[in-house]
């Protein structure tokens, strides 16, 4: 309360008859100029003890950086590095866009890629990771359901986005979400369900809200929801999402919208210039919807891109080419151990056919080098051998007496 008194300030020791206001504590009273001025510091404090998320118009990464740092862990995949690229650096410059008299208002580039499995779509997440200034995180769409059902309830995704954020709420309002195995939510049939399908077209509706932009509730540890538990409010009008999933399948959908037009000259001829071992490159929300994707979760998810199957060449450079490929990972291991490792040409040429054969893309690779190396692995810490020659014979043999070698397409 105000005083007019000749009671003093406890701070600068004013009298209440130099100030324009006292107000008087327990033990103690303050000026309204000592209170303007505590008010500026506590603001100057919170300012410098910003989230270490804090983005810098300077330091700002463009699209040419962000391919390039990608280019360095990932091999090929260019049409979606691009698009990536350009979806990351727009969604920084939404981020540092001020309110300006024009009202124009930047809204997300929410995208989704199509690839095989093992085509690179989850490492082209968790690569660009290292390199973003937001809270980033990665989460799988198949353990979602609707509420109340088995599972994880759909702001469990926030929940790990706050946890990457170190439950700092403005800088995970902020961040980046990748979504894997988005294709596995998609509905039983193109037709609307007249059955719950919890873990389908369910979770598509309940995403709609975190993908558009809404205030949603959010228990901080995950879990349930229950009436006693503290929600942490959290607005996903700023959250970049992205998406990846295999479809497997969808080339079927893609095929069959390309032959629609089978009638006449001009058609057999533009249906001839139709790349058929990369029919994912025709790919379009039309087909999306066709594979199981409510219209409604499309729309949400502007950016559209693919990725390409991999080839000998593509395998056989991400065998050896990458920063952490898979030999120069087997070859840091047995380094620690002060073991020199040595591969022959042909030992790489056996690896890519073998996963060619298995189908697994570039995961394919991983499984047949871990079982030409495991009895390496097992036996020579224990031994003095300080060199190991993988010759074509030597992977050979180990190849074929391991378990993997029953993985073989038939």
Same mark, same amino acid.
């Given at each position: ?48 003890? =910003? ?7 300077? /330091?700002?990464?463009? %699209? ?127 037709? %609307?369900?007249?059955? !719950? ?23 901080? =540890? ?15 009008? #700023? ?19 390309? #032959? ?20 994912? !490159? ?12 409510? %219209? ?11 990725? #390409? ?53 570039? !995961? ?18 224990? /031994? ?27």
């Amino acid at each position: 309360m105000a005083k007019t008194t000749g009671d003093s300030c406890t701070f600068c020791g004013r009298n209440s008859k130099d100030v324009k206001l006292l107000i008087n504590g327990l033990s103690g009273a303050i000026c309204d100029e000592c209170t303007l001025q505590a008010y500026e510091i506590v603001q100057e404090q919170t300012t410098s003890k =910003q989230s270490s998320f804090h983005i810098d118009q300077k /330091e700002l990464p463009k %699209p040419g950086d962000i391919k390039a740092f990608l280019d360095q862990y990932v091999i090929g995949q260019d049409e979606a590095k691009r698009y990536l690229s350009v979806s990351v650096y727009n969604h920084y410059k939404r981020l540092l866009q001020k309110v300006t008299s024009d009202d124009v208002e930047i809204e997300k580039s929410n995208i989704i890629m199509v690839g095989a499995t093992g085509t690179g779509k989850t490492l082209l997440a968790r690569t660009i990771a290292k390199l973003l200034h937001v809270p980033f995180t990665i989460v799988d769409a198949t353990v979602l359901t609707e509420a109340g059902y088995v599972g994880e309830d759909i702001e469990s995704i926030l929940t790990r986005l706050l946890q990457a954020a170190d439950y700092d709420v403005e800088a995970a309002q902020r961040g980046i979400v990748f979504i894997d195995e988005i294709d596995k939510i998609a509905r039983k049939s193109d037709n %609307p369900s007249i059955t !719950r399908d919890v873990s389908g077209e369910g979770v598509q509706q309940g995403l709609l809200k975190l993908l558009e932009g809404s205030i949603v509730n959010v228990p901080p =540890q995950g879990g349930r929801k229950h009436p006693e538990q503290r929600m942490i409010a959290v607005d996903t009008k #700023n959250i970049l999402f992205v998406c990846g999933g295999a479809f497997d399948g969808i080339e079927k959908k893609i095929a069959q919208r390309l #032959n629609t037009r089978v009638v006449g000259y001009a058609a057999s001829k533009e249906t001839a210039t139709v790349d058929r071992n990369n029919l994912l !490159r025709y790919i379009t929300p039309t087909d999306l919807k066709s594979f199981g994707l409510i %219209p409604e979760i499309i729309g949400r998810l502007p950016i559209l891109t693919y990725l #390409n199957p991999l080839d000998r060449n593509t395998l056989r450079s991400i065998l050896t080419e990458p920063k952490n490929s898979i030999i120069k990972q087997y070859s840091k291991l047995f380094e620690m151990d002060g073991i020199k490792i040595i591969f022959d040409e042909a030992v790489y040429e056996f690896i890519v056919d073998k996963a060619l054969e298995f189908k697994l893309g570039a !995961r394919g690779l991983r499984s047949i080098v871990e079982a030409i190396m495991m009895d390496a692995m097992y036996s020579m810490p224990s /031994e003095e051998k300080k060199e190991l020659h993988v010759t074509l014979e030597y992977a050979r043999v180990k190849f074929e007496k391991s378990d993997v070698n029953r993985l073989q397409v038939a």
